[in-house]
């Protein structure tokens, strides 16, 4: 699977962002997907996690009731749409394929990632 990040931008304190992340490549629709974002100068960090289905899905406690991730395994696409966007937010965000079907937040359990996307939120 080989994916690619897009939909990243500056945007205002409260303003809205819709990340996309298209996946080449069989097998798609087998796998968990998830997006992670490395803030300035930290380490890299879980945001959300999708299940093979779409019927689960797992937000990190600092996006919750802001962020939502689904996908469309018809299209090959997951995405996030990043709601009421803070300057903490500011990151270059990650797409990432998972090696099981069940959401996950840690990071060994992805083996695919892409190039990264970035979210600047200006105050």
């Known amino acids: 699977v080989q994916l690619q990040a897009s939909g990243g931008g500056l945007v205002q304190t409260g303003g809205s962002l819709r990340l996309s992340c298209a996946a080449s490549g069989p097998i798609f629709s087998s796998y968990s997907m998830g997006w992670f974002r490395e803030p300035p100068g930290k380490e890299r960090e879980f945001v959300a996690a999708i299940n093979w289905s779409g019927s689960h899905t797992y937000l990190a406690e600092s996006v919750k009731g802001r962020f939502t991730i689904s996908r469309d395994n018809a299209k090959g696409t997951v995405s996030l749409q990043l709601n009421s966007l803070q300057p903490e937010d500011t990151a270059l965000y990650f797409c990432?394929?998972?090696?099981?079907?069940?959401?996950?937040?840690?990071?060994?359990?992805?083996?695919?990632w892409g190039q990264g996307t970035l979210v600047t939120v200006s105050s």
């Open positions: 990432a394929a998972g090696i099981y079907s069940y959401v996950s937040r840690r990071e060994n359990d992805y083996n695919r």
